[in-house]
């Protein structure tokens, strides 16, 4: 597996951004993908899965609503579209895929392979 986030930039508060994460090494089959934030600063926190077979969710309770997680099957690839991104929103972002299920879906530590962050700065 060989994760890569793509879709980062620069954008003023109240706007939204849509991050991509594909898998260039094999199809998702199987795998949760989620998605993690570090601000600077601050520790690792989640913010969205989704499970590749069955296409169950999971959010952080804070920004389900805002942010929402989706697969593209034929492009194997997962999203991250985020809307009305407040400066709080600015981090790193990460895409990670591991056997999490439901349970274990918001730990980092059930994801074993991590793509390369993608940085959002949201200016206000």
């Known amino acids: 597996v060989q994760l890569q986030a793509s879709g980062g930039g620069l954008v003023q508060a109240g706007a939204s951004l849509s991050l991509s994460c594909a898998d260039s090494?094999?199809?998702?089959?199987?795998?949760?993908v989620g998605w993690f934030r570090q601000a600077p600063g601050k520790e690792r926190e989640f913010v969205a899965a989704?499970?590749?077979?069955?296409?169950?969710?999971y959010y952080a309770d804070s920004l389900k609503g805002r942010f929402a997680v989706s697969k593209d099957t034929a492009k194997n690839t997962v999203y991250l579209q985020m809307k009305s991104l407040k400066p709080e929103d600015t981090a790193v972002y990460y895409c990670?895929?591991?056997?999490?299920?439901?349970?274990?879906?918001?730990?980092?530590?059930?994801?074993?392979?991590w793509g390369r962050g993608t940085l959002v700065t949201v200016s206000s």
């Open positions: 990670a895929a591991g056997r999490a299920i439901a349970s274990t879906a918001r730990d980092s530590g059930a994801y074993y392979y």
């Open positions: 090494g094999r199809a998702f089959g199987g795998y949760t």
């Open positions: 989704i499970r590749w077979s069955g296409g169950n969710t």
